[in-house]
């Protein structure tokens, strides 16, 4: 088993930066996990943000945030972060981690275990 706790959310003007953390322990998580970010708005499905393999440090990016935001990870502390930078209104939406031992996807279904999520609201 995997836990996932994220942290990092607020309230923040468009144009703005935030950055998320999830932190990750249990027995069985290794440097063989995959671990990304996706986002939920009220009424829409939950949507890929972006993931990070975290042998090799690999990333790949939603269209929708390349060039705003950064996934990264911190080996010592089983952490991965996302740095959220020229924030949009359209950015709103509760964010969550999530992880998986085997996949390497960019869909919901392909991630076992997934965080509580954290709200991120831009204001316009």
């Known amino acids: 088993q995997v836990q996932l706790v994220e942290s990092g959310g607020g309230l923040v003007q468009a144009g703005g930066s935030l950055r998320l953390s999830c932190a990750a322990s249990g027995r069985t998580f290794s440097s063989t996990y995959t671990m990304a970010w996706f986002r939920q708005a009220p009424g829409k499905e939950r949507e890929f943000v972006a993931r990070?393999?975290?042998?090799?440090?690999?990333?790949y990016y939603a269209e929708s945030v390349k060039g705003r935001f950064t996934i990264s990870r911190d080996n010592a502390k089983n952490t991965v972060y996302l740095q959220m930078n020229s924030l949009k209104p359209e950015d709103t939406a509760v964010y969550y981690c999530a992880a998986d031992r085997y996949r390497v996807g960019s869909m919901a279904v392909e991630y076992d275990y997934w965080g509580q999520g954290t709200q991120v609201t831009v204001s316009s």
């Open positions: 990070i393999i975290w042998s090799t440090g690999i990333r």
